[in-house]
C-alpha cells in the first residue's frame, strides 16, 4: 500500500526528532488503544513547520487526552502531504458472504454523507473499476472544481491489493485507508489506516 513516511513517537523529545529526520512540515495524531477516530478527541494537528510548532502540538495532544480520559500512548510524526481528493477503502467480514470490499468518498465526510459501495472478495479488474465508477459522488475523481484528477489506474490497483489481502489473510478482520488522498500525477497516499486483527 502507497503511505505516507511515518513513525510513532512515544515521548516529545522522540517526535522532534522524528521530525528532523522526516523533514517538516509534519503532522501529529495521537496514539491510543481507546481512540477510534482520531479527530473526535482533537487528536490531529497539522501542517507544523517547526520544532517549537511540535512541542507546543505535542502539549495539546497531551492536554486533550487527559480532558478526554484516555490514554495516550505516543503520537505518530508523519509527513505532511499535500492536498487532494480525500478517498476511502476498506474491508470487513459478513457471516455470511465473507469478506467485503468498500470504496468511496473519504476524510471526515465518509460516515456522513455514506457514499460507498461495496464488493464481495476476491475483486477483478472489472469489478474495481465498477466500484471507483460506483460513487454517487464520482465527479471528485475527474478533478472537480480544480482539484487533482484522480489516477484510476493507481486506484484500482489498492482495491486489487486490499482485494488480495482480505483473501490471503483471512486473521485481517477490517482494514480501513481513510483518508486515501489522491494527488494527481503523483498516485495515492494513505495518511491513515485502521487494522483490526481477529473478531
Known sequence: ?????????RTRADA??????????????IVSQAVTHKSDVGGVRLDLT???????????????ASAARVSMDGALVQRM??????LFVGMTRDAQVGPLIA???????????????????????VDADEMIEGIRARR??????????????????????????????????????????????DGLLAVDARVRVGK
Not at 500500500?1 to 513517537?9: I, K, S, T
Not at 529526520?21 to 503532522?27: D, I, R
Not at 510548532?53 to 495539546?60: F, H, I, K, N, T
Open 103 to 125: 470504496f468511496g468518498v473519504g476524510g471526515t465526510m465518509v460516515e456522513l454523507f455514506g457514499d460507498v459501495v461495496f464488493r464481495i472478495a476476491p475483486l477483478g479488474r
Open 16 to 29: 522532534l526528532s522524528i521530525a528532523g529526520e522526516l523533514g517538516y512540515p509534519v503532522a501529529l495524531k
Open 50 to 64: 517547526d520544532p517549537e510548532e511540535l512541542r507546543r502540538a505535542y502539549d495539546v495532544l497531551e492536554s486533550r
Open 140 to 185: 471528485v475523481l475527474d478533478g472537480y472544481r480544480g482539484a487533482p484528477r484522480v489516477d484510476r489506474d493507481a486506484l484500482r490497483a489498492v482495491l486489487l491489493a486490499v482485494s488480495r489481502l482480505a483473501v490471503e489473510m483471512t486473521e485481517v478482520s477490517e482494514l480501513d485507508l481513510n483518508p486515501l488522498v489522491a494527488l494527481g500525477a
Open 81 to 86: 502531504v499535500p492536498r487532494g481528493v480525500e
Open 1 to 9: 500500500m502507497p503511505c505516507a513516511a511515518a513513525r510513532v513517537a
